[in-house]
Nanobody, 112 residues
């Protein structure tokens, strides 16, 4: 059974940074495309970034140039480094594996 546990969310001022982490249990991590998604109040869940097993990355236009996704296969962990945060980045951020498995989400609030 796959479990994904996110951490690192919180309250940050506009222009600040946060790093989200997602620790995965189970044996599928090394072979899985991992993704970060977010859902703001009243909006649909959307892709932020994803990373393939060999490190290939894809970003939403809103994340390009500000966010960086990375993975550490030895630690079964995927990260999302978020810089230059804006109020519109406020959302619950979810970790995903293989488009099937989801974490519980971590709240990111960007506000002064």
């Amino acid at each position: 059974q796959v479990q994904l546990v996110e951490s690192g969310g919180g309250l940050v001022q506009p222009g600040g940074s946060l790093r989200l982490s997602c620790a995965a249990s189970g044996s599928i991590f090394d072979s899985s495309v991992m993704g970060w998604y977010r859902q703001a109040p009243g909006k649909e869940r959307e892709l932020v970034a994803r990373i393939t097993p060999n490190g290939g990355t894809t970003y939403a236009d809103s994340a390009k140039g500000r966010f960086t996704i990375s993975r550490d296969n030895a630690k079964n962990t995927v990260y999302l480094q978020m810089n230059s945060l804006k109020s519109e980045d406020t959302a619950v951020y979810y970790c995903n594996a293989r488009l099937v498995h989801w974490g519980q989400g971590t709240q990111v609030t960007v506000s002064s």
